[in-house]
């Protein structure tokens, strides 16, 4: 049972690096989800794609981030000129097509990054 | 802008004993999830809630949604220690896009 991998697991970076995460959703999955969640509180939403079609965007994804779903497949998070604030778990998720099963959304073990 | 709010922020439980976490949300939606996160982990989904009215239940865990009063639920009945974590409930638009997450009840159990 393969459930959604994220890449890599933990990332140390200086302040002023470029970063960037990848997402494996389940394979069946058409909607993926990132996410950023700080110390002590709930996830926050950041970006979806439907396939390859970003559809939504967070005011939070500043024009350092950026996220791409080239196939539809996996999904790539990029952070360039890091700060220090950035520092956080960056959570992917992906769910099944509407009324196709489960309908909830189902997290990888997440990206914590740290920027010194 | 959509809120979600969950109370108590934290909870301490005694073995045995029966407590209930609350979930608001601040616009119409009659979908609603409940995800357990433990420390240095990620999301676990426990509950989907998709109807007035629906409860479900796992265990020792019983999740319900009133979308009229906007508000869920999760009961949990004669708690043990291995259900010591972070519950997080979130709401989700009518695009079935984006989750919104409350802030999350850090719950300890002890003897």
């Known amino acids: 049972d393969t459930g959604v991998s994220q890449d890599p697991r933990h990332k140390i970076t200086k302040r002023g690096q470029n970063v960037t995460f990848r997402c494996d959703p389940i394979?069946?999955?058409?909607?993926l989800y990132w996410y950023r969640q700080t110390l002590g509180q709930g996830p926050e939403f950041l970006t979806y794609?439907?396939?390859?079609?970003?559809?939504?965007k967070s005011r939070l994804l500043s024009d350092r981030f950026s996220a791409e779903r080239p196939k539809g497949s996996f999904s790539t998070l990029e952070i360039q000129r890091t700060e220090q604030g950035d520092s956080a778990m960056y959570l992917c998720?992906?769910?099944?097509?509407?009324?196709?099963?489960?309908?909830?959304?189902?997290f990888g073990p997440g990206t914590r990054l740290t920027v010194l | 802008e959509l809120k979600v709010e969950q109370n108590p922020l934290f909870l301490s439980m005694q073995e045995g004993k029966n407590y209930t976490i609350y979930c608001n949300y601040s616009?119409?939606?009659?979908?609603l999830y409940w995800y357990r996160q433990d420390p240095g982990k990620s999301l676990e989904s426990l509950f989907v809630?998709?109807?007035?009215?629906a409860v479900k239940q796992e265990g020792r865990l019983m999740a319900s949604l009133d979308t009229k009063a906007r508000l869920s639920t999760l009961h949990i009945t004669a708690a043990v220690h291995d259900l010591s974590a972070t519950y997080f409930c979130?709401?989700?638009?009518?695009?079935?896009?984006?989750?919104?997450f409350g802030a999350g009840t850090q719950v300890v159990v002890t003897p």
């Open positions: 998720a992906s769910s099944p097509r509407r009324r196709e099963g489960r309908n909830e959304q189902f």
């Open positions: 979130a709401f989700q638009g009518l695009s079935w896009g984006k989750l919104q």
């Open positions: 394979s069946e999955h058409n909607r």
């Open positions: 616009t119409t939606s009659d979908r």
């Open positions: 809630l998709l109807s007035n009215g």
């Open positions: 794609f439907q396939n390859e079609a970003q559809l939504e």
